[in-house]
């Protein structure tokens, strides 16, 4: 089955931060508080999709609460941060909104991504994921973290459910 059909399928797309909305650069700061990057292109598509109705949740290793307040503003509702073990995180995500892993996209792109891209329906990556992580994707995007491959999947999630066009978002 072609990433297309299984995209189509989808019912909760749950993303990595680092690496996957960010470049996965992390800037230390003089207080010791670490700051990382996001795309506004990425930032709209998921402010669109959660507007849509699209399930969206954010699982991280990470901890700081700028990403939190940040995808919150977006209108994600799932964010777990300091997920360790992502596939227990995302097992429970399942078991709460009643989605089958069939009916999931998960998009990461290092190491920790690996035990939930075996498990969900569509498993995703930006274009500079690492080796282990793209052989294992249905679809590795063109683009490169932080740099609009979370864009590229929920987009083309709206184009199939004629959602993307709607109200004042058309293509130039």
Known sequence: MNYKTRLHDIQLFAFD???????????????????RSASVRDGFAVQWAAKQGVAIALVTGGKEP???Q???GLGVQHIHLGAHDKLAVVTQ???DLEVPFSAIAYMGDDLPDLPVMRAVGLAACPQDAVPEIRAVADYVSPFAGGAGCVRDVLEQYMKLHGIW????VHHW
């Open 66 to 68: 700028a990403v939190e």
């Open 70 to 72: 940040r995808l919150r």
């Open 165 to 168: 066009d709607q109200n004042g």
């Open 93 to 95: 995500l399942a078991a």
């Open 17 to 35: 931060y680092d690496g996957v909305f960010s470049s996965g650069t992390i800037l230390l700061m003089p207080d010791g508080s670490q700051v």
